[in-house]
């Protein structure tokens, strides 16, 4: 209220979110890789198309995105040895605020991280009994704290909805804007199922390109801790990408979520994994192919409504920002490595 009811003052929810993303992402990736790795794995989603462009919007699909990043890495300090006491209950608690933040959804996305964290650390041992090969992070006494913590940051908001309003608003809420988004007619029906690749190989520019060299690298690493990690996220994001994909209404924002893991997964194969012939010969393609396109621009400039562009001067200064972009790419893959590789493509991004 005190912000007034203006755009500014409604993106400056996702802005905040934003920022804490980039630092839940840095840390996430301090848990699985190293600092090198999470910084420049936050620099990564830091200049992604689709990070940029919703960081702006006001909706709460980034704010959602922030609590499940938080959650999946609060989750992993969990099963790290000598545990902090707080993991657990803050795990209910984060949980929490991203299911009155935007419903099931917010359990679906870390629940199924915390599913491998649980099969990945599971005890060996002959009884074929589930109960017998889980290893919980921690005793009941913590796990009953944040049940607690999640009843309360989770259920309570809507208990107060329904004291207030009674239960329309929370029948349209999960039925409506839950449930048949996914099974039903209501939004954006119609996309194939392979929907959602291309859609972040068109929306994860400039880094997407990256991306299947980055998992052929780590994934065959001979340091057998870089390699698990990596499976870690690569099989979480594939987890997600299953009932995103299975559902009938699909939409280029669901992915937000995942978008931390792939970033993290690029920024360790640019910071960690020494170039070799193939990876100099990728990147130079694909540097290559983003100044084409970006020459492409200039040469045949989109069709965009005048209203929506600035004056002269602002606009003399975006074509010329994106022509030296297109000059520092074109330099950059003549001897790709990954440092300047990285370097042109951030300050494009920053330009």
Not at 82 to 98: D, H, I
Not at 295 to 303: D, T, Y
């Amino acid at each position: 209220e005190g912000l007034g009811t203006t755009a500014g003052a409604a993106r400056l929810v996702p802005v905040l979110a934003s920022i804490g993303l980039l630092l839940a992402t840095a840390w996430l990736g301090t848990l699985l890789y190293d600092r090198r790795s999470a910084l420049w794995g936050a620099l990564v989603l830091a200049t992604t198309l689709a990070f940029l462009s919703f960081a702006r919007v006001a909706m709460s699909d980034m704010l959602l995105t922030l609590w499940t990043t938080l959650a999946v890495a609060v989750a992993v300090l969990a099963y790290r040895p000598a545990a902090p006491a707080w993991a657990v209950p803050v795990l209910g608690a984060v949980a929490g605020l991203g299911f009155a933040t935007k419903g099931p959804v917010a359990l679906l996305v870390p629940g199924l991280a915390v599913l491998l964290l649980l099969w990945e650390n599971r005890r060996p041992s002959p009884r074929p009994r589930l109960a017998g090969l889980l290893r919980l992070p921690c005793g009941w006494r913590p796990l009953a704290l944040g049940a607690l913590a999640f009843a309360a940051l989770g259920l309570g908001w809507f208990a107060l909805v329904r004291r207030r309003l009674g239960t329309e608003p929370l029948v349209t809420f999960f039925f409506r804007e839950n449930l048949e988004r996914f099974a039903g007619e209501a939004y954006d029906v119609g996309r194939p199922f392979w929907f959602y690749p291309p859609a972040y190989l068109a929306e994860g520019l400039p880094w997407s390109l990256f991306l299947p060299i980055a998992l052929w690298r780590l994934l065959r690493s001979r340091d057998g801790d870089q390699a698990a990690r990596t499976r870690f996220l690569s099989l979480w994001v594939a987890l997600v990408l299953v009932p995103l994909s299975l559902s009938r209404g699909k939409i280029d924002y669901y992915l937000l979520p995942v978008y931390p893991a792939l970033s993290l997964v690029i920024g360790r194969y640019l910071a960690a994994v020494p170039w070799r012939r193939a990876d100099r010969a990728w990147a130079g393609v694909v540097l290559l192919a983003q100044a084409a396109a970006l020459a492409l621009v200039l040469a045949v400039p989109p069709r965009i409504p005048a209203e929506w562009l600035p004056g002269g001067p602002p606009r003399a200064l975006l074509v010329g920002v994106v022509a030296v972009g297109a000059l520092l790419l074109l330099a950059a893959a003549v001897r790709p490595t990954a440092a300047r590789a990285t370097l042109a493509l951030v300050s494009l991004v920053a330009a």
